[in-house]
């Protein structure tokens, strides 16, 4: 045990400090950036589960993400159940739709997958927009506030743990595809598929399996950032934009490590909340600036220092050792 | 309200009016798609930030049509060899880097500058709704039993000539067989002492040409706002995924195909469900046909 709480003293620094900050800081506009900083994060280590570690690169996460939040967000304003169960259809709705995606992943490669998960996101964002009687359609759902667990009316420091405890979640399955036999046969599938077949790797099963269980963790994401911000529509928790952040925050941190996402989301998401508070006394059009700043991050990423954040501190870290 | 339901029966023939819709609609959509496909089909790689150059183009369209009032198809021959050059420009800058890396490299490098692109729009010109009016939007022709409007028909005209005359570019001039063959084989061409690089160079700034030009050709149809773009690249990835990615004769098919689903859905259906009937359409041929309706089966998985 303390030998791997040594190997891995990144996290042990990055989630202890998130753990004990809510005990100190009082803040609450720090504390909400504390719980986005660990949602974002939690959302990109489960797309680094397909993404990173299955090499099925997705742009449509944001499919999964929306169906956590309108199974969440409905199910408190339509049958007046708590978010709890919301969360769980969610998950099984989204499990469903991974499967679909992930028997799609099975056929196309790299730009036709990409391509095939954007027309995905696009039809429910269509869909919902237009359902209006009973989505409400482009207009959103007010999810009502009511204090308590049950409802998930949680104050900040009360988020703080939650977004944590989802985030450790997030980060154990990654720590597990990294340890376990099925972990090494996903990288095997990913590094070379045919050579992984003629092992005898069930190339296809894992595949979906790790689509389906990315979905899933990013539906539960989903479904908290509904409670948390108390209200969704359909043109955000669709978008193209949401499900390149998500990419984005684990290439930034490094894909297919385990850590990389929630260093990724330290950096997007507190550049971020800089940048609003800082042009938000502009013409609203300024938030534009965050963005135009972390496209020109993600290109200057993927072609400069493609193993991300992580890779570089492990080459320091090599670097030393030879030392 | 339809126009064929206001106007009464007796004026227009349902069937003839939507098949010269078609016709229109898939005209531009072709000039859109093309330089999709011709990028992807020589340089393999699909760029996701294809709309942001037609968004763009919507942008030059009203910005002349605003500051010089100048008419969208005098401006659509200034814009050809003004997105030439900022395909040059781009090329060198953000593709050129890129080219020989992995998909995921890639993928996450267009879509990168699709995000810059848009917002760099959103800053510079807000996220207002703009709209391009010239004179003729408001000219009616008759033909038969069918109804247009002038705008329409123009746009489409030069949205077939320009794709047309870029398809005999490609047929017959040296240049364009000098691209077919690096799409073809890079290496067999590096031997034949065929310069890829400037090959790549050439294609990227043709294709940024065309959706310019296409950009400006819709601005008069359709709203011009930062994220214009969205909407015409996913359909132009249906065209181009339709006839096969690389083949410039199927995307003009597939266009026809899209714009007769939209047309069809639009009538029956009514607006709103629109595009909802093109991406079932193109999740149905990915996973189908994921080589197109004509192309090579098994083109898709080889990851090309």
């Known amino acids: 045990m303390s030998g791997l709480l040594r190997a891995r003293r990144g996290a042990v620094v990055v989630f202890g400090l998130a753990a004990l900050t809510p005990l100190v800081v009082r803040d609450a506009y720090f504390l909400d950036s504390l719980v986005l900083i660990l949602l974002w994060g939690a959302l990109s280590a489960a797309w680094n589960v397909a993404g990173g570690y299955a090499g099925q690169v997705s742009i449509g996460h944001a499919s999964f993400f929306g169906i956590g939040a309108y199974s969440a967000a409905l199910m408190v304003t339509r049958f007046g159940r708590g978010p709890w169960l919301g969360l769980l259809v969610g998950v099984v709705l989204s499990i469903g739709a991974g499967l679909i995606i992930g028997v799609l992943s099975n056929r196309l490669k790299g730009p036709y997958f990409a391509l095939s998960t954007i027309a995905f996101s696009q039809v429910l964002l269509i869909g919902v927009s237009r359902w209006r009687g009973f989505t409400a359609g482009a207009e959103g759902i007010p999810v009502p506030f009511r204090s308590g667990f049950a409802t998930l009316g949680l104050g900040h420091t009360g988020w703080v743990y939650m977004a944590l405890s989802v985030a450790l979640v997030c980060y154990a399955v990654e720590v597990y595809l990294e340890r376990s036999r099925v972990g090494y046969q996903l990288a095997g599938v990913r590094e070379d598929e045919d050579a992984a077949e003629a092992l005898g790797i069930h190339t296809r099963k894992l595949k979906v399996g790790a689509v389906a269980l990315s979905a899933a963790l990013t539906s539960i994401c989903g479904s908290l950032w509904a409670q948390y911000v108390g209200f969704v529509d359909p043109t955000y928790v669709f978008s193209v934009d949401l499900s390149v952040r998500f990419a984005l925050n684990a290439i930034i941190g490094g894909m297919g490590t385990a850590l990389g996402p929630f260093l990724g989301s330290i950096l997007i998401t507190s550049l971020e909340t800089y940048l609003r508070a800082t042009f938000s006394n502009w013409d609203a059009r300024f938030a534009g600036i965050y963005l135009v700043i972390y496209g020109t991050a993600l290109i200057l990423v993927v072609r400069f220092v493609p193993e991300g954040l992580a890779g570089i501190a492990a080459r320091i870290r090599m670097r030393k050792a030879h030392a | ?304």
């Open chain 2, 1 to 304: 309200m339809d126009p064929a339901r206001r106007l009464g029966p007796a004026q227009i023939d349902v069937l003839a009016q939507l098949a010269v819709a078609t016709v229109l609609l898939g005209g531009i959509y072709a000039l859109i798609s093309v330089g999709l496909t011709l990028i992807f089909g020589i340089m393999r790689v699909v760029n996701f930030a294809h709309g942001e150059f037609l968004m763009l183009g919507m942008y030059l369209a009203f910005w002349a049509f605003v500051v010089f009032t100048a008419d969208p198809y005098f401006v659509v021959f200034v814009a050809i060899p003004l997105f030439f050059v900022v395909g040059l420009v781009v090329y060198g800058l953000v593709m050129r880097g890129v080219i020989h890396a992995s998909h995921n490299v890639q993928i996450f490098t267009t879509v990168g500058l699709s995000t810059v692109l848009q917002n760099v729009a959103l800053v510079a010109w807000s996220g207002d709704f703009r709209f391009v009016r010239p004179w003729h939007l408001s000219t009616v022709l008759r033909a038969g039993s069918t109804i247009f409007n002038l705008t329409q028909v123009v746009a489409s005209l030069i949205a077939v000539a320009l794709t047309l005359a870029l398809v005999a570019f490609m047929k017959w001039t040296h240049a364009g067989r000098v691209m077919r063959a690096t799409a073809q084989d890079r290496e067999a061409a590096t031997l034949m002492g065929i310069d890829t690089d400037r090959v790549y160079r050439l294609t990227f700034a043709i294709g940024i040409a065309a959706v310019g030009a296409a950009g400006v050709l819709v601005a008069p149809l359709y709203s011009v706002y930062p994220t214009a773009g969205l909407q015409f690249v996913l359909l132009s990835y249906v065209v181009v995924v339709l006839g096969g990615l690389g083949d410039m004769l199927g995307a003009m098919i597939g266009s026809l195909i899209v714009a007769a689903v939209e047309v069809a859905g639009s009538y029956f259906f009514g607006v709103a469900w629109k595009e909802i009937f093109y991406f079932i359409l193109f999740i149905l041929v990915l996973v189908f046909r994921p080589a197109g309706l004509f192309g090579q089966r098994g083109a898709e998985t080889l990851g090309v």
